[in-house]
């Protein structure tokens, strides 16, 4: 198992750590999968984790200048890694202006990604700063969790308005539950409700569209027809709050009272979240 | 005592308070004729700071009572938790202050500071002090084979690599490079610690003297202070240092301040073990003499043998000598008997943290050969 990357150019190396800063908002750990294509952070739906899920694919020629990696064997090129994006996050944030960052995989005091940077200086030698992260290998067999999850068949699909906006409310809504419905139609509709004892608060958005999947679920469903999925409102916070850039397209799927998969597209990463129902 | 801030100075000056504020929980005020010093240390005695303020800081400044032989012998604690939040929004004090007036007078127990703020607002806070012998430490620089001043930004991008929830870092000099890294105690989480490490040429420093390879490790935290201090008035910080164990000192100076932060340095696992039974030899006659080492003169009162138990306990861990604890001997200290001179284990040696030694050894264990060490606390090597 070999990885070795390089970036080089500050924007490439600044968007990168802001994907990591988003994925650190979202879990504690992580699986970074790596394959000769792509950097892939994972997040498989367990109980212990709330039942949450995430998927995020990002392609490596996007981001690194250099990357050469050996998998585990030639027929299973990947290499999978637990790790905390936080403590990776926190690395590459301080390495912002470095005229060079490698993240390579390492075997220290145990199996470390270690992200070490050329830092600019007033003098002509420059500064070197390492920091190792340290992760976990996944041995093969537990790969098959790591699939990318399939697109569910949900009954509605529609598109999001500003994150920022949808924070505000949310993040006011917080205040009033720890739960939150999410109701939306193929009508461009979207409603965010908390219902408590003591009150009952909606906000409605409308014309939001709904993305064209071609053909599939839409078929002679009633266009006013909510789908609804009622969720942890943490989790939906913690997704809000991750954003750290406007993305090309934010939607959402519903899938009623099972799902609520939120997908976020930017260029050259997506994101995908699953935050399950609850009754 | 009586003195006047105006302006940018009443923000210096809650800077330093601020900066002391990560040391103690106590503040000591001592005005002298070389001016007000504010001063702190920690509840272990591993780090001590202090911010002298010359006369020329202030608008006005006058020790008054002269006639009384305890003339500048004011000497004051007051708890920390009460003067900081007199000096709590930073940003705009300088704004919104227009005059701070700080007056001790001899007769009451109170110090009493007064904001004068813009529209006529006058806020006047009389913190409660307890009489108390001056706080002072005496560290000769000079005695520290290893020297280097940078710009304050220079130290600040360096430790602005570590989490501020490291507690410790490791500083390493040899003539050809200057290295940091974080400390790491031993654990559960040391495993989940990401090892950080920086390297730094010696070129880019201001000053550069490195008579003696070292390896020493202080606390981070207390040692923030003193650097966003100095990185708000752009002012260079000088480190006197020697080897593990000695104290490292980080000071700043200006035309109208000093300041001075202390801290204790980890012993060395190298040392402690190429001479366990000579480390606790040299200490007690350096706790009596003040010349090579920190002496921080106080009333805490501890009788000296008290000092000299704690070391016995734990010679292996830490160099007890540093820094010693002395009650000074100032003007009006003739009667203060020389015996009170204590010496206290600086560095972690209260007892609240006597649990820790054990989870602190392997990872000191881990640079050394000292077998029964490691297998004692379970911590598994490749190698082995």
Redesign the interface.
Known sequence: MKFRGKIIDIACLNHFSRVVTTIAKLTKTCVLRLTPDNLFFVLSGKVANGGVSMWCELSQGNFFDEYQMEGVSSEDNEICLEL?PE?LS??LK?VQNAKSVKVKLTK???P?VTVSAE?P?????S????????VEVIPRRLWHELKEPSVPDFHVSIYLPPLKTMKNVVDRMKNLSNFLVVEANLNGEMNLKIETDLVSVTTHFKDLGNPPWGGGSEGGADPEGMAEARVDIRRLQQFLMGQQVTPTKAMCNIVHQRILHLVVLHDDASLQYFIPAVA | MNCTLEGLSVKAFGRAIHALARIGDDLWLDPTDKGLALRSVNSAHSAYACFLFSPLFFQHFSLNAPSQQCSGSIKCKLLMKSVLPLFRCLTSIDRSVERCQISISDSSDRVIFQFLCRHGITKTHSVRFQECEALQAVFSSQQCPNVLKSPARLLGDMVMHFPLSQEEITLSTTPLRVSLRNYNEGGNDRLKMVYTNMALHPDEFDFFQVRDDSDITFCLKELRGLLSFAESHCLPVTLHFGAAGKPVCFSVEDVVLEATVILATLINSDNRNSQPTETPAPTTPRCDGVDDTVTIPSSQGSPMNQGCEAMQLLPHIYNANDPCVSDEADASAATTPASSVICSLLFRASEQNDDCFPTKLPVLASYSDDDEDMEENGVEFPSL
């Open positions: 905390s403590n926190r690395a301080t220290k005091h145990c470390c830092l200086t007033l003098s002509s030698v500064r070197v700063v390492t920091h190792d992260v340290p």
